[in-house]
């Protein structure tokens, strides 16, 4: 089976969102925002709605990213995920994790931190691509929150 999710690595003053999960007491781990597409939504509608949903972060996005995929299994049955990913803007580091999908806590974090709290070695390498393009629109000017351009 196959399933799309969407999220996005959000950016405020060069720091990386990220969410804590713990499921049940189980240890989850530090995550990026992402989720299901729904009926009707386009990729970036979804990354948008899941940033928002599950931490409370405006985000606006900047630049499509790239995909990343992995397996898991729910009652016997393989599920293959791909997840499409969006570098996106804050302008605070306000957030509030979702407690109704067992987010527990949020924040944001520099680069190296972000890195080795990820749980996922397919999140910490889109971050890796999406922190290298942040740097790049950095030193471009073109990472300016008072006139840049949504996609």
């Known amino acids: 089976m196959e399933a799309t999710s969407c999220g996005g690595i959000v950016i405020y003053r060069g720091k990386i969102l990220l ?3 713990n ?3 189980r240890y989850e781990g530090w995550v990026l925002p992402k989720g299901t597409v ?3 939504e386009s990729h970036l509608e979804t990354a948008l709605r899941e940033v928002k949903e599950e931490s409370g972060v405006e985000a606006r ?3 499509y990213i790239g995909s990343s995929s992995y397996h898991f299994s729910v009652n016997q049955e393989s ?3 791909q997840v499409h990913w969006y570098l996106m803007m804050a302008d605070s580091y306000f957030s509030k994790p979702q407690k109704e999908e067992y987010f527990e806590d949020s ?3 520099k680069y ?3 890195y080795h709290l990820l749980k996922f070695p397919n999140e910490r390498e889109i971050l890796e691509e999406a922190y290298k393009e942040y740097l790049r629109l950095r030193k471009n000017k073109k990472w300016n929150p008072k006139s840049l351009d949504s996609i």
């Open 19 to 21: 969410l804590y999960k």
């Open 79 to 81: 599920i293959e995920k």
């Open 23 to 25: 499921y049940k007491n």
């Open 61 to 63: 996005a900047v630049k």
């Open 38 to 40: 729904e009926e009707g």
């Open 112 to 114: 190296h931190e972000a």
């Open 107 to 109: 924040g944001y974090y």
